[in-house]
């Protein structure tokens, strides 16, 4: 069964993921749904210094908006306002610096940002880790998971109230077609079981995991749009860096940043993204389907409830217990081995 998947899903990704695949896709791409003004409303974008973060900020800034860059490292985070200041000319442009796998961090930024702002219309999770080798944060979560699971949750759980109060508010989550090849595991949330393989945790948490977290946000919130989307197989540092073989053996055939981005860009701003229905993943402007065909990766009821149990009593025990480490112990409460 994986290596069905994994076959279905690379000749499904050289046909769409592609750069040819996206110009192929923009063909039946309204351009008056970009030209839009949203001078008067604030965007967060956590890893907003690089990559399609940074091509989603620029989008952003150049049609007016407010941006919140939240970002890991102050001096890349500096350049990349610059840059993104000079081409725009929109000053309203202000850096966070916020590592997203220090969940604590990350829960004590967002109260702290509740305080200081009366609003946020659009939170983009952009930020994302692929750590190849098991390593543990400050409250001893595995640090994929941390990164692309438990600090989004945690970010987008506190900025909802915030979320609420403001107009047309929407949450994008950047996720990936690497879903396409993993069930949610409600037994192994942090791939403790097993070899370790940073490929398939990534697959796992910054996809899987994030599609079921938008689906519960989207039926729990319904004056909040939230969607999740796959940027395709775009050029980025991100990928160059995580997947070198990849990025080498693919070559000109990734998406430029800016083709990675243009759905972000396309749910944060168009008035059209804001019709569609809540909760669903997108791939160039399109709700498409989360399962391959034949592949049995669909999730009962009680496995996502779960799933989310478990999110709710590890952020409980970080909000209750700064800089404590949570101790698993089953698929419905905290958990955690030493390694």
């Not at 039946?28 to 030209?35: I, S, V």
């Not at 956590?46 to 860059?69: F, R």
């Not at 059209?272 to 909760?279: E, V």
Request: glycine share 8%; with cysteine.
């Amino acid at each position: 069964m994986s290596l069905y998947r994994n076959a279905v899903w690379f000749l499904n990704g050289i046909h769409h993921y592609t750069r040819n695949g996206y110009e192929a896709a923009s063909k039946g791409f309204e351009p008056q749904d970009l030209d839009v003004s949203v001078v008067g409303r604030s965007f967060m974008i956590t890893g907003a210094n690089s990559g399609i973060g940074k091509a989603t900020a620029m989008a952003v800034a150049k049609q007016g908006g407010t941006v919140h860059m939240v970002c890991r490292n102050r001096e890349r985070a500096e350049e990349a306002r610059e840059c993104i200041v000079n081409e725009s000319g929109n000053t309203e442009v202000h850096i966070h610096i916020l590592d997203m796998a220090e969940t604590c961090k990350v829960l004590e930024f967002a109260e702290s940002f509740k305080q200081q702002y009366p609003s946020l219309n659009v939170l983009i999770n952009n930020a994302g880790c692929m750590v190849h080798k098991r390593e543990l944060n400050a409250e001893g979560l595995e640090k994929n998971f941390a990164t692309n699971t438990m600090g989004v949750y945690i970010l987008t759980q506190t900025m909802i109230p915030l979320l609420q109060r403001s107009r047309n508010p929407r949450v994008i989550t950047v996720s990936s077609g690497g879903m396409l090849v993993q069930k949610l595991r409600t037994d192994d949330l942090q791939s403790e079981k097993g070899r370790f393989d940073g490929l398939m945790a990534y697959a796992l948490n910054k996809v899987r995991q994030q599609v079921v977290m938008t689906k519960h946000w989207a039926d729990a919130n319904p004056a909040i749009h939230f969607s999740v989307m796959h940027p395709g197989w775009a050029d980025t540092p991100a990928v160059s860096t995580s997947m070198p073989q990849f990025h080498q053996m693919m070559g000109e055939r990734l998406r430029t940043v800016e083709q990675g981005a243009d759905t972000v860009v396309w749910l944060a701003l168009s008035k059209a993204a804001g019709t569609t229905r809540s909760g669903q993943f997108f791939q160039d402007r399109q709700p498409v389907s989360t399962h391959l065909p034949l592949a049995w990766t669909h999730s009962s009821e009680e496995d996502m409830e779960s799933f989310i149990n478990q999110l709710d009593a590890l952020a409980k025990v970080i909000q209750s217990h700064p800089g404590a480490q949570p101790e698993l112990n089953g698929p419905t409460g905290p958990s955690r081995t030493n390694d």
